[in-house]
């Protein structure tokens, strides 16, 4: 059965440091995502994509933070200078345009210092 | 603005007994309906969805749930539930507007299964 995939599954960064987060959607998928969750909290939306540009955003979504869908397998999000209150698990996910479910990667855990 | 609650922050249930979670959700029409379970350490994985049609849906691993709109809810059902289904389980709702497809999460029902 198709997943969608993240790399990595973890990943430690000191605080104003560059990250990005890799993700592989479905490969029939045209829609893609990302949220986040901090610990202990709700899943937030961040972002879609869809058709190579940016959807929608959240207000968390901020100049910080960019996606980019580099070839036809790959959606990054990038975060420029991460703030230790950027530590949560972020999670990837992509829908087709028939059944609009989106499925969610095993997410990457940031964790700033 | 739309948004989700799930009132019981935990549940335990013991092994072989029923199982409801519950789901009330707050929006202007009738959105797209899902529930998703997160085992420790694992992702985000899709048990049913409720777009249209009949009211009660079926879905993986025995759950089912009831989309009632007098009541805003979607409640999560399982008449027995094994210990594997220790997990945290998410209500989420899509908005349905043709330019908007993010899903609002609720704050997640953690399950304990007893032995």
């Known amino acids: 059965e198709p997943e969608v995939t993240q790399t990595p599954s973890h990943q430690v960064t000191q605080m104003g440091q560059e990250v990005i987060l890799r993700c592989v959607p479905i490969?029939?998928?045209?829609?893609f995502y990302w949220y986040r969750q901090i610990l202990g909290q709700k899943v937030e939306f961040l972002v879609s994509?869809?058709?190579?540009?940016?959807?929608?955003k959240s207000e968390i979504f901020d100049d910080q933070f960019s996606v980019e869908r580099p070839d036809g397998s790959n959606f990054t999000l990038k975060i420029r200078s991460t703030k230790l209150e950027d530590s949560a698990m972020y999670f990837c996910?992509?829908?087709?345009?028939?059944?609009?479910?989106?499925?969610f990667g095993p997410g990457t855990r940031l964790l700033v210092l | 603005a739309q948004s989700v609650t799930q009132p019981d922050i935990h549940i335990t249930v013991s092994e072989g007994a029923s199982l409801e979670l519950r789901c009330n959700y707050s929006y202007g029409a009738t959105p797209y309906l899902f529930w998703y379970v997160q085992s420790p350490g694992q992702g985000l994985q899709l048990l049913l969805k409720y777009f249209s049609g009949d009211t009660l849906v079926q879905g993986i691993k025995g759950f089912e749930a009831e989309f009632k709109r007098s009541q805003s809810s979607f409640n999560l059902r399982k008449p027995s539930v094994h210990w594997s289904d220790a997990a945290e389980y998410f209500c989420a709702v899509g908005p349905r507007m043709d330019s908007s497809y993010k899903l609002i999460f609720g704050s997640g029902t953690r399950l304990l299964v007893r032995p």
């Open positions: 994509f869809y058709n190579n540009e940016i959807s929608e």
């Open positions: 996910a992509s829908s087709d345009e028939q059944t609009e479910t989106q499925y």
């Open positions: 490969s029939n998928h045209l829609y």
